[in-house]
Each structure stands twice: as structure tokens, then as C-alpha cells.
């Protein structure tokens, strides 16, 4: 069984939302962690485990992120991590399907993502490294992120449809 850690240096965990359905706003999360674990080579019964701190939220708007963490959606007083555990992650192609148990505030969903193996290989100090690029779309009032507002034209200001975005890449523990 080979472990693999994330290295959250080289890696992104991104979400895109639409802000009155006219531009996109992109967040990140700037604290995460993750581990991989895997009997094969190919990937393909590859358990992985990830954690997000919803107080490392990063919009680039100090008042936008400080909306995020409020009860309007995170509320990352009570609830500051953000887990997923996969339950599956099969080949299909060239690509993968990640699906997986989703945990924001109170509220676990299966989701899925299709993930795309970008390769490995042993960097200049002898650490084997692979790397992944997974995206999916999730519906934020699922998971509690439930706060909306109506423009006085009628739009919506906040997509309930969340991008995610990972590109990740792992080093593998000895």
C-alpha cells in the first residue's frame, strides 16, 4: 500500500461562483490537507481523504470573506472544516471518476468529480511525486449555504451552482 501526502505548496483547491449572473467570483481555500492511499499503479481503487480550514477562505474581498464564514454560509465558528472521503475513484478512459461524501457545516452529500491523472515523477531531491487536476459543480443549498438575495430587477446575486476546481499533486511518504 503506498501513502501519498498532499504537497499544499504545489497544489490549488478553487471554487467559481456567478455574482449576478453576469461575472465570476473566484475563491480559494489557502489551508488544506490530504492524503491519498493506493495498492495500484494505475490509481484506480485510490482512497483519498481532504480537509479544508473554512477560516483560510480567500476570495481577495476582506468583507466578502467575512460574509463566507458568517452563518449566511460556513459559519466557521461551529463548523471550520470542510472533509471530503471518497468512496470510489474508477478509471474511464483516460480519465477518472472521483465520488466521494462531501461535509460543509452539517450537511454530507455524495458528489463527483472527474479527475484527470497529470503523471508522477521523482524531483530533484528524490521524492516521488504524482499529480491530479479534478472539477465538478455542486449546489451550495444543499450543504446549508443557503443565504440568497434578490436584485431589485429580480437576479439572483449568488449562483446556488459552486465550480470546484483541485489541482493537486502529492508526495509519496516512505
Known amino acids: 500500500m503506498a501513502t501519498y501526502k498532499l504537497d499544499a505548496a504545489h497544489s490549488d483547491i478553487l471554487f467559481k461562483v456567478k455574482h449576478l449572473m453576469i461575472t465570476t467570483v473566484t475563491g480559494q481555500f ?4 490530504a492524503t491519498l492511499t493506493s495498492e495500484k499503479e494505475d490509481f484506480s481503487d485510490a482512497q483519498i481523504s481532504f480537509t479544508a480550514d473554512v477560516n483560510s477562505i480567500d476570495t481577495r474581498s476582506e468583507q466578502r470573506d467575512g460574509h463566507l464564514k458568517s452563518d449566511d454560509f460556513f459559519n ?3 463548523f471550520p472544516q ?3 472521503t471518497s468512496t470510489s475513484f474508477s478509471k474511464k478512459g483516460d480519465a477518472y ?3 466521494g461524501d462531501l461535509t460543509i457545516r452539517d450537511s454530507t ?7 484527470d ?7 530533484p531531491w528524490g521524492q516521488h511525486k504524482i499529480g491530479f487536476e479534478a472539477e465538478g459543480t455542486i449546489k ?7 443565504w440568497d438575495a434578490v ?7 449568488v449562483s446556488d451552482d459552486v465550480k470546484l476546481q483541485l489541482n493537486v499533486q502529492f508526495i509519496k511518504q516512505q
Do not use: P, Q
Open 151 to 157: 436584485t431589485e430587477a429580480g437576479g439572483v446575486v
Open 30 to 33: 489557502k489551508n488544506f490537507d
Open 97 to 99: 471518476v472521483l465520488k
Open 140 to 146: 451550495r443549498k444543499e450543504f446549508g449555504l443557503s
Open 82 to 84: 470542510l472533509k471530503f
Open 117 to 123: 491523472y497529470n503523471g508522477s515523477m521523482v524531483d
Open 109 to 115: 452529500k455524495s458528489i463527483e468529480l472527474k479527475a
Open 76 to 78: 466557521a465558528e461551529k
